[in-house]
């Protein structure tokens, strides 16, 4: 077995980078000034992933101010709307106001990355919104049928995917937590649909690919998520029991870091439950990672838990 680590997704901005974007509102610095504060903080970032032997890099998403942001700015038929909490969190996004047929008025993903991060000669990961979790999240004035909003964001986010490729991106979550979620997992009558969404999405898409499962037990959906077509999938483990999975899988990424927690675990019980875990599912490859984005943390604990995640994965491949 493989054993790597990463984080992705969006992570905590630094309080100097947060004291930079306070001092533009209140017209004390300028847009120059804020530009560099981003960059200093994506570059350390990735520098400190680089030196810690991390399996992807991320340059941290600092630019998305969600995770439908870029989306609800760049595409047509779709406005940012009201300030929405994000499930059971103390962390909010702008709900996307679906008021037309979704276009995609051209490549638009690259200017929420960093210039120096996708020149970078290493190999790099990246967080897309899943369809699902989008149509279920959206206000939709226009299709008022989930499935159509699906299936046409499917075809937004199949051509993302791929100015991804382009730009040497080697591998993609799809953050889907609706899925996982109690409240909003899909019912039997839902799955198909979603299935065939995803087959349609991933149509010539070469860059890893995997489900990133979080806020809820996937046991519950564990039965229809084998014909998802990833090549990984992701599971958050502070939500899940690995006893009740009872399928074998060849690439994980096992969320054992809690992003909703300051609380610092222990990297020899996170070993030791990696490990009983991989007995399990015996997988080919296994990552471990937080189990959502670090967002939810203030900047210096989730870099106190990037070091737990490298020195966990130590001692898994070396028991």
């Known amino acids: 077995m493989n054993v790597g680590f990463h984080a992705s997704g969006i992570f905590p901005r630094s309080e100097k980078l947060i004291q930079a974007t306070r001092d533009f509102a209140h017209k004390r610095c300028s847009k120059e000034d804020v530009r560099k504060a ?7 970032l990735v520098e400190m992933q680089r030196k810690e032997g991390f399996s992807f890099i991320t340059d941290g998403m600092l630019l998305w101010d969600d995770i439908f942001r870029p989306f609800s700015e760049s595409l047509g038929g779709v406005k940012a709307g009201g300030v929405t909490r994000y499930f059971e969190n103390n962390t909010f996004f702008r709900q996307p106001v679906i008021t037309g047929r979704l276009a995609l008025n051209g490549p638009f993903i690259q200017k929420y990355l960093f210039k120096e991060w996708v020149k970078g ?12 979790t989008f149509s279920v999240l959206s206000e939709d004035s226009y299709y008022h049928d989930r499935q159509k909003l699906m299936q046409e964001f499917s075809v937004i986010l199949n051509a993302v995917a791929k100015e991804l490729e382009k730009l040497g991106i080697n591998y993609i979550r799809f953050s889907e937590p ?24 991933f149509d010539g898409v070469k860059a890893g690919t995997s489900l990133n ?5 996937i046991t519950h959906i564990i039965d229809f998520i084998p014909e998802l077509p990833f090549s990984g999938l992701d599971i958050d483990f502070t939500e899940t029991s690995i006893r009740n999975l009872g399928i074998s899988l060849k690439s994980v990424s096992l969320g054992c870091i809690d992003s909703r927690s300051s609380f ?18 015996n997988p080919e490859r296994l990552y471990l990672t937080p189990n959502c984005d670090l967002e939810f943390l203030p900047y210096s604990i ?5 070091s737990i995640l490298k020195e966990a994965a130590r001692l898994l491949a070396n028991p």
Do not use: C, H, W
């Open 38 to 44: 981003f960059e200093a903080d994506a570059r350390e």
């Open 121 to 132: 000669d290493f190999p790099k990961i990246i967080n897309l919104p899943g369809p699902y």
């Open 178 to 201: 609706a899925l996982a979620y109690a409240e909003t997992r899909p019912g039997e009558n839902r799955r198909k649909g979603i299935i065939e969404n995803y087959r349609m999405m």
């Open 213 to 217: 499962l979080f806020f809820g037990d």
């Open 264 to 281: 610092l675990e222990d990297p020899e019980n996170i070993a030791r439950q990696a490990r009983a875990f991989a007995e399990s599912v």
């Open 302 to 306: 989730a870099a106190k838990k990037m």
